[in-house]
C-alpha cells in the first residue's frame, strides 16, 4: 500500500511529528525534546510507515464519520437503510470511512500541514454507504512543544449529514527511557460509563467509579479497558486528561473542546500503550438516537460545518502525586 509520509518540526523547540497522507492522515509520531532526550509520545508498530500493518492499530487514527461500531452491517437514516462492511472480527462496522484511504495534501509548512478528504472526490463509492457527502480537513501543528489539531467537517450535500468524529490515539508508556509504564497514572475526568453487551452501549449508564478510578487518577498496572466514558468534566470548554509518569518526571496532556463529549479508554493487548480517544458521540449513535438515548449524534444541515480542537504536549512533572 502507497504511504505518503511527511514531517513537521518546531524549530525552536525541537518539537517534530510525522504524518501518514496516504493512509488516513494518521499522526503516528510525535516527538518532544526534553533536554537531552527525545521523547516519543505515540506507540506504532514498526512497519506502520510502510503502510502494511493495521491502521487502526498505531498512531493517531482519524474515525469519522462514525467513530466507533456500528451494530452489525447496516443502519437506517432519514426512511433509508445503509449498508457497511463488517471489520470487528464480530460482526460489526467500525470507525467510519477515513482512516484506511489516501487522503489530499492541501497544504505543508515547516510547522503545520493540512490534509482532506471529501467522499465525492476521494472514494465516491462511500456515497452509496452514507447519507450525505461530507468534507473532512485536519490541520496538524507543532509550536512550544504542543501538538496541536484542528478539525472541521463540512456538508457538502443537499441532504442532512449525520456523523460523529472520533481520534484514537496510541500514547506510548513509560514516558521516556527512565520511566515506569506501570506506575504512569491515568486520569481522565469522567463521571459515567455506558453499559456495553457485545462491545456495544446498551443505553444505559452507570457510575465510572463502578469500573476504576480514572477520575481521581488510576495506575496503569491496574487498567483493563476497553469501555466508554462520559460526563466529562469540562473546563472553560475543553477536557483536560493526563498521564504522569513520576519516575521519569513527566506529564503528558491531552485537552480537547467539549464537543468531544465521550471518551473510550483502551488498553491494547501489548500493553505498551494506553489509549485516551476523544468521541463526539458514543458508539452506534444512530440506532441508540431512534430509540431516543442521547447519543451525541451530530445531524448537518446542507452547507453546514463543525469544528474541534485536540491539543497534546509533554511538561515536566516534579511534584509528587496526591
Known amino acids: 500500500m502507497s504511504s505518503q509520509s511527511a514531517t513537521i ?12 497522507v496516504g493512509l488516513g492522515f494518521n ?20 512497519d506502520f510507515a510502510n503502510g502494511t500493518s493495521p491502521p487502526s492499530h498505531s498512531g493517531i487514527p482519524l474515525l469519522f464519520p462514525f467513530p466507533g461500531r456500528i451494530r452489525g452491517d447496516s443502519f437506517s437514516f432519514g426512511g433509508k437503510t445503509y449498508s457497511l462492511q463488517a471489520g470487528d472480527g464480530i460482526g460489526n462496522a467500525i470507525h467510519g470511512f477515513v482512516l484506511n484511504r489516501p487522503w489530499r495534501l492541501l497544504e505543508q509548512k515547516e510547522d503545520s500541514i493540512t490534509g482532506e478528504f471529501q467522499a465525492s472526490v476521494d472514494d465516491p463509492e462511500i456515497l452509496n454507504h452514507w447519507p450525505a457527502d461530507f468534507r473532512i480537513t485536519v490541520t496538524y501543528e507543532v509550536r512550544d512543544g504542543k501538538l496541536a489539531s484542528y478539525i472541521r467537517v463540512e456538508n457538502r ?7 460523529g468524529m472520533g481520534t484514537h490515539p496510541y500514547f506510548r508508556l513509560p514516558l521516556g527511557s527512565k ?18 453487551q457485545d462491545m456495544l452501549p446498551t443505553g444505559e449508564t452507570a457510575p465510572a467509579s463502578e469500573v476504576g478510578t480514572l477520575s481521581q487518577g488510576m495506575r496503569f498496572a491496574d487498567t ?28 503528558l496532556r491531552m485537552v480537547f473542546s467539549e464537543q468531544f463529549g465521550a471518551c473510550v479508554i483502551y488498553n491494547p493487548p501489548h500493553r505498551e500503550a494506553i489509549c485516551i480517544e476523544p468521541y463526539s458521540c458514543i458508539p452506534d449513535p444512530l440506532s441508540l438516537s431512534e ?5 451525541g449524534l451530530q445531524i448537518l444541515p446542507p452547507g453546514g460545518a463543525w ?3 485536540i491539543n497534546i504536549y509533554l511538561e515536566k512533572c516534579v511534584e509528587e502525586l496526591p
Open 9 to 20: 518540526t518546531d524549530a525552536n523547540s525541537g518539537t517534530t511529528a510525522k504524518v501518514l
Open 27 to 46: 499522526c503516528y509520531s510525535f516527538v518532544v525534546r526534553d533536554g537531552e532526550e527525545q521523547v516519543e509520545t505515540l506507540w506504532a508498530c514498526g
Open 157 to 163: 450535500d443537499e441532504n442532512p449529514l449525520p456523523f
Open 179 to 196: 520511566g515506569n509504564a506501570q506506575e504512569c497514572v491515568i486520569t481522565v475526568p469522567a463521571q459515567k460509563v455506558w453499559k456495553l
Open 224 to 251: 483493563k479497558f476497553d469501555d466508554v466514558f462520559s460526563e466529562l468534566d469540562v473546563i472553560s470548554g475543553k477536557c483536560h486528561t493526563s498521564i504522569v509518569d513520576e519516575q521519569a518526571k513527566r506529564r
Open 291 to 295: 430509540s431516543g438515548v442521547e447519543s
Open 307 to 309: 469544528s474541534a480542537q
